[in-house]
């Protein structure tokens, strides 16, 4: 599986993804996912991408190899006049790679099924971000739902949907999102460190801050012990049940 | 879909279901989906249930029925000589059911699925807590994995793992499971109050305290609204991410 997150803030986006990918249970390796393509002073835009790794890399190759050949331009990700235009050649892209692969005879198509992120910001528009799934169709975060996740989402949803404020700096936005994803890690094999993270300054329009947070990480080693013992000391000073109100 | 939790203590074992059922998002309703028996000073059954409510009120109806024709008394839940037997019976009953109602002609009859927990202690044997799966095989808890979870699962499993102590006592584990609940409730439309609590007394080989928890209850008001509130603030003492290390 996968877990990926992307996070609106008044000041800027907020990605995190992280890195296993598994095939069954046995044949689990590393792989990036998360991809950020820029024209500095123009655009920034990011995807991450779960599901099927042969769908996803496909699709960002193909998005990849458009926006290089500058003479095959049109359209591409780097010349799409709005994040609206960037997403619906995201999600085309991405309905015609399963389309081509359940073509050459597989049962059951959802096997290459993938879903995307895309977030991001062009020219003097507004950071938008978008959930594409599968069938190239997609929706928009807004006010009332500022932020999305794909993959392994439940576990770490219940902190983010009660600490989540839009005004958060970027270092309450990651150790937020630091806690999301332990959550997950500690509750479901599939999803593992090292994670990918890249913070976007509204209105920069350049790709901004991208590192990679590893297992060992001293911080996400204070977040992962420090959120146990924290969840364990609120759990305590929580009032006990009483039997003699029911 | 439904969340159950059966956990086992040092001193005892509570069950907490909620009553939630739903065809698709507009077909709700309210069903209890804990069942208890008993012969006092001799066993106590709790079976929780999760999946098509056709199949699990069939099994469940089918079981009280054996229960009760004393003539028809073997092989029952009342009679059988240890827990062992009691899951075996339990997750014969659950296959046949689903199997009857297969043959009659669906497609998939994945749609007929159900999962069971079925928890307690007969005569001088331990307490003792099995998930069963349709398939009618089951697994047993142990020291290494004290509770079971079946329906949606996942929001509220990270809390129990961090919080879980075997020693809890009864008022503590049922603030658990609250905690545990109210955060799935909060993320998914499919679980929901009441909930139903059964709370088992090691060796008292009787049902003890059931009761049911209301969505205005005021204890669980204060966990819903104390733990938003202790969540917030466990996460604000954590130390913010800095980009300097990264």
């Given amino acids: 599986m996968t877990y990926c997150v992307g996070l609106c803030l008044n000041h800027g986006m907020v990605f995190m993804s992280d890195t296993r990918t598994n095939a069954g249970v046995d044949n689990i390796s590393t792989f990036k996912k998360m991809s950020t393509w820029d024209i500095p002073g123009e655009r920034s835009i990011t995807i991450m991408s779960a599901g099927n790794l042969a769908t996803t890399q496909a699709v960002i190759s193909i998005l990849e190899e458009r926006s290089k050949e500058v003479a095959d331009r049109d359209p591409d990700i780097l010349s799409a006049k709005s994040m609206f235009q960037v997403a619906t050649l995201v999600g085309r892209t991405l309905k015609e790679v399963i389309a ?147």
Same sequence: chains 1, 2.
């Fill in 100 to 246: 081509a692969n359940a073509q050459a005879g597989q049962r059951a198509d959802s096997a290459f099924n993938a879903t995307l992120l895309v977030g991001g910001q062009v020219g003097d528009g507004e950071m938008r971000l978008f959930l594409i799934y599968p069938e190239g169709n997609f929706i928009e975060a807004g006010a009332d739902t500022p932020f999305f996740q794909i993959g392994e989402t439940k576990y770490g949803r219940p902190i983010i949907l009660r600490a989540y404020e839009p005004d958060m700096s970027f270092e309450e936005a990651i150790k937020l999102l630091l806690v999301s994803f332990d959550s997950t890690i500690k509750a479901n094999l599939s999803v593992s460190p090292p994670l990918d993270v890249h913070v976007y300054r509204k209105d920069s329009l350049k790709t901004g801050r991208t590192f990679r947070i590893n297992a060992d990480d001293p911080y996400f080693q204070t977040i992962s012990n420090g959120w146990g013992v924290a969840l364990r000391e609120a759990f305590t000073r929580l009032p006990d049940f009483s039997f003699d109100d029911h």
